[in-house]
Nanobody
Framework: QVQLVESGGGLVQAGGSLRLSCAVS????????MAWFRQGPGKEREFVTA????????YSADSVKGRFTISRDNAKNTVYLQMNNLKPEDTAVYYC????????????????WGQGTQVTVSS
């Protein structure tokens, strides 16, 4: 049974930073494309960033480039999302996802999901 558990969300002021964690069990992160998605109030779930199965490539939405960084620790079987210079429009529930196949920006192609963690950025 594959489980993804996110943590690290919270309330932060604009310009601040947060680091989200996604602890994975039942599947190794090194054999999966791992991604972060987010869903803001009244919005659809959208792609944020991903790391390839090899770990050699990362991909990010234009809205977070230069501010958010995805990384993974194979030994801890955990994926991280470092978020810097946060903006009020980053407010959302953030979800970790894993895909057996290659990286994708399409949420429908991910096989496993966490329960989400709330990030709120105040102005």
């Amino acid at each position: 049974q594959v489980q993804l558990v996110e943590s690290g969300g919270g309330l932060v002021q604009a310009g601040g930073s947060l680091r989200l964690s996604c602890a994975v069990s039942g599947r190794t992160v090194s054999s999966s494309a791992m991604a972060w998605f987010r869903q803001g109030p009244g919005k659809e779930r959208e792609f944020v960033t991903a790391v390839s199965r090899s770990g050699l490539s990362t991909y990010s939405a234009d809205s977070v480039k230069g501010r958010f960084t995805i990384s993974r620790d194979n030994a801890k079987n955990t994926v991280y999302l470092q978020m810097n210079n946060l903006k009020p429009e980053d407010t959302a529930v953030y979800y970790c996802a894993a895909r057996v196949g290659p990286y994708s920006e399409n949420r429908d192609q991910y096989d496993y999901w966490g329960q989400g963690t709330q990030v709120t950025v105040s102005s």
